[in-house]
């Protein structure tokens, strides 16, 4: 039977590129022509497969315009990590629950026919929350979509009723160093306060916008009611509602 070298040619680079996510270390990609039928990705950390399914499913968009449901993708862990709790889920990051400041994950910028999506990942209680923004791939722009993504993580550990938006973020010169400056409002109850933070930019621009958001934060954070921890099992194999994995893209 003849096979299909532009089939190979581009799960290969899709294999490639998703070895190269956060925490990956080995991807297989099962296909039938054009479509996925199945990807397996291996894994020794200690982060939900949820948000690895995620990262991968955003990558494919993004770089390969393929789409994906979910439900395709497994997540196996191996031993030499923290190891999951059975049945895919992994074992919650040794934080304390009294730790009142929200902990930096991780931060992704991605590129694709002039729009840019922010996906940035946080930790708090033990508890790991991922939020994204899409828009402008200006630098300017895509920046701003970082701090917008903090805030769409930061809102997902908070009860209703409690609002934060970004109001304005910049690039200043101090000397010769460089810094992020981000202010928001926190809108509770008809009032509105604004938050100001900063970050000194050392290599990662990326990573300071996010630290810059939570300085403003952190300030305030542990006065704020927060929703009762809820982490999530994913089943791959499983009749799971399509629910389970909002990949929160526009």
Not at 53 to 69: E, G, H, N, S, Y
Not at 132 to 143: I, V
Not at 195 to 208: F, K, N, P, R
């Amino acid at each position: 039977m003849a096979v299909d070298a532009t089939n190979l040619s581009w799960t290969k680079q899709a294999e490639d590129a998703i070895r190269s996510l956060r925490d990956v270390e080995g991807a297989s990609i099962q296909a039938e022509g054009d479509e996925i039928r199945e990807i397996h990705v291996l894994t020794s950390s200690a982060r939900p497969a949820k948000q690895i399914v995620r990262d991968v499913q955003t990558l494919l968009l993004t770089r390969f315009q393929r789409a994906i449901d979910h439900r395709v993708v497994s997540v196996a862990y191996a031993r030499s990590g923290p190891g999951p709790k059975g049945h895919g889920t992994p074992a919650p990051a040794p934080r304390a629950a009294t730790d009142r400041r929200i902990r930096f994950g991780s931060v992704n910028l991605y590129l694709a026919a002039g729009r840019a999506q922010a996906q940035v990942e946080l930790g708090w209680k033990g508890v790991t929350r991922v939020g994204s923004a899409t828009g402008s791939a200006t630098r300017e722009g895509a920046l701003g979509l970082i701090a917008e993504a903090t805030l769409d993580a930061v809102q997902e550990f908070l009860e209703e009723g409690w609002v934060l938006g970004l109001q304005d973020m910049d690039l200043l010169k101090l000397g010769k160093q460089e810094i992020v400056v981000v202010a928001l409002s926190l809108l509770a109850h008809r009032n509105e306060k604004t938050l100001v933070g900063c970050c000194t930019v050392e290599q990662d621009t990326q990573q300071a916008v996010v630290l810059a958001t939570l300085a403003a934060l952190n300030r305030v954070v542990g006065g704020l009611r927060t929703r009762e921890p809820t982490e999530y099992v994913l089943r791959p194999t499983s009749t799971e509602e399509t629910s389970g994995a909002n990949t929160h893209l526009e």
